[in-house]
């Protein structure tokens, strides 16, 4: 994922995600938030393992 931080004016400024676009009034929102995001992209997961049901009978 590609993550962009753009000033769009002088009290706006937008951080892309590939094609979204979320708007903030200051830098430091869009930093916190761009932080923020990139720390729960790269925390660690967990795949649900799924079992198989079992035949009845």
């Not at 009034?25 to 967990?46: C, K, M, N, V, Y």
Request: hydrophobic share 45%; proline share 5%.
């Amino acid at each position: 994922m590609k993550i962009l931080i753009k000033e769009m004016a002088k009290s706006q400024w937008q951080v892309r995600l590939d094609q979204h676009a979320v708007t903030f009034r200051s830098e430091a929102e869009a930093l916190a938030f761009t932080r923020l995001l990139e720390a729960r992209i790269h925390a660690p997961h967990q795949i649900p393992v799924l079992h198989p049901q079992r035949a009845a009978g």
